[in-house]
T-cell receptor, first 111, second 113 residues
């Protein structure tokens, strides 16, 4: 059974810092991995999708890497802004595109 | 309307009520999902439909009954729920055979009294 761990559980930083959020998973037999953000009481917004054959994906100030063999992914946020404050969720996708979610990292960026 | 929509956004029901949650996707996808997000627990997959056929039931109690009449609509019928079923219910869709990227709706906040 896939288990996903996200570290740190919470993070509070001043505006402008570069951040690294970590995700580890126990079953490396994945097809892809998605990073999402979730604002309080809201749905999920897809940030990046990395296919199992890829090493990284970039979108604006976000960069996600994937090391499938070691069961790790990182989300790098450059020059953080208060609007980046949210919960960030990592979800590896297995057979049948079934996502398994971590508990998330709660990020607060202070202005 | 664009993306994935869900109605109602909020629902309060008693344990003896019967209600339904609705999800509609406007992305031309052919796979749809129900997820449950309880307080202090990670998101859990409940059901998966591909081309209107159920392909996954993640050991969900029978008081939750999904229905997928076509590739654009997904329902979750609720009956005789328990207070511990109170949660945020999220719907998602993706393109089977595509990148696999899932897009989520805003969710229905359910409270069972």
């Amino acid at each position: 059974k896939q288990e996903v761990t996200q570290i740190p559980a919470a993070l509070s930083v001043p505006e402008g810092e570069n951040l690294v959020l970590n995700c580890s998973f126990t079953d490396s037999a994945i097809y892809n991995l998605q990073w999402f953000r979730q604002d309080p009481g809201k749905g999920l917004t897809s940030l990046l999708l990395i296919q199992s054959s890829q090493r990284e994906q970039t979108s604006g100030r976000l960069n996600a890497s994937l090391d499938k063999s070691s069961g790790r992914s990182t989300l790098y946020i450059a020059a953080s802004q208060p609007g980046d404050s949210a919960t960030y969720l990592c979800a590896p996708g297995g057979y049948g595109n079934k996502l398994v979610f971590g508990a998330g990292t709660i990020l607060r960026v202070k202005s | 309307e664009t993306g994935v929509t869900q109605t109602p956004r909020h629902l309060v029901m008693g344990m003896t009520n019967k209600k339904s949650l609705k999800c509609e996707q406007h992305l031309g996808h052919n796979a749809m999902y129900w997820y449950k997000q309880s307080a202090k627990k990670p998101l859990e997959l409940m059901f998966v439909y591909n081309f209107k056929e159920q392909t996954e039931n993640n050991s969900v109690p029978s008081r939750f009954s999904p229905e997928c009449p076509n590739s654009s609509h997904l329902f979750l019928h609720l009956h005789t729920l328990q207070p511990e079923d109170s949660a945020l219910y999220l719907c998602a869709s993706s393109q089977e055979g595509g990148s696999g990227e899932q897009f989520f709706g805003p969710g229905t906040r359910l409270t069972v009294l």
